[in-house]
């Protein structure tokens, strides 16, 4: 099973081009990994990966599976499992895959390899690098991949987070509200600037420095000590106004509103900001307003 030193030394290829595939290799080339190639779907993004690590574009994924001892599988969920059965592999060949929900099943061909799972729960864009910091979900049907793994996330100067397969869609989802659903949030706020006569753009740069400073007291003080707003001041009036406003201006937008608001009043009752009578008398109005908006949000 691969070490710490055999990590520098084993044979590793990456199937698969895209972002995480390319903040992965791009990090372990930094720190001498010794990548032999990388294949992808997409021939002309691996091949740019592959010149970018410094090694071989392969167009056949069987020859470079072949030639690898660990293979870095890189590809959309909905792939994973398909592709992992479509190609031989040798028994003891090391599988390393990238999802954060997805646990390939193995069948009687393929119930010879070791499976790992290194999840970077990290955001990437096109050009993105892997930051200093990023926890890695890591989980492996073998006890040595799983401490090398560790030791790999260590390396990248990052920290292993165990968690079993069966918690994998759970992990996911937190991942997906923190980040993904967040881009969601400031698309609609910025564009409700269009109704007061801004571009939406305009009201993104104007809400940016408010998230990151929202970020900060988070990262600072912790999530309950970060709440600010009328529903931690326990202003009925204005959380009132914001729900008439909604009504007239945009009803789609209301049970977003209202569920986010109920989440929030529990925020505010446990770190003591608002009395449970006032948590109370916010819950029903809120329950009064929730289902009064559109079908779609």
């Known amino acids: 099973m ?26 372990m080339q930094k720190k001498n990994y010794n990548i032999i190639g990388i294949s992808s779907k997409s021939g002309e993004t691996a091949k ?36 992992i059965q479509t190609y031989h592999w040798k ?27 290194f999840h970077p729960l990290q955001t990437f ?12 979900a890591i ?7 799983l401490k090398s793994l560790t030791e790999l996330a260590q390396d990248l100067d990052g920290t292993a987070i165990k968690i079993s397969n069966e918690l994998r869609p759970m992990y996911h989802l937190s991942a997906v509200l923190a980040s993904n659903y967040l881009v969601t949030l400031l698309a609609l706020s910025s564009q409700m600037w269009e109704s007061f ?15 990151r400073q929202t970020i900060h007291n988070i990262d600072v003080h912790g999530v309950n000590n970060a709440l ?10 204005t959380i009132s106004k914001h729900l008439e406003t909604l009504r007239q201006k945009a009803d789609s937008i209301l049970p977003l509103y209202c ?7 529990g925020v505010a009752k446990e770190n003591g900001s608002i009395s449970e009578e006032t948590a109370e008398q916010i819950i029903i109005l809120l329950g009064k307003n929730e289902y009064q908006g559109g079908p779609n949000i």
């Open 91 to 117: 028994d003891g060949h090391i599988i390393v895959h990238t999802s954060g929900a997805m646990v390939p099943s193995l069948n009687e061909s393929t119930s010879s390899l070791i499976v790992g799972n």
């Open 125 to 136: 864009i096109k050009g993105s690098t892997l930051p200093e910091g990023t926890s890695f």
């Open 139 to 145: 989980e492996a049907n073998d006890t040595q991949l």
């Open 228 to 237: 600010t707003g009328p529903i931690s001041r326990g202003d009925i009036g």
């Open 259 to 265: 569920e986010f608001a109920k989440h929030t009043v």
């Open 48 to 83: 740019n990966l592959a010149s970018k690590v410094r090694t071989k574009f392969y167009a056949n994924p069987k020859d470079l599976i072949a030639e690898s001892d660990i293979t870095f599988v890189a590809v959309p969920d909905d792939v994973l499992q398909q592709l």
């Open 197 to 211: 006569g801004y571009k939406s753009n305009e009201g993104l740069d104007a809400l940016l420095p408010l998230v």
């Open 2 to 27: 691969p070490r710490k030193k055999y990590w520098e030394t084993a044979r590793i290829s990456f199937l698969g081009a895209g972002s995480v595939a390319t903040a992965l290799a791009l990090s």
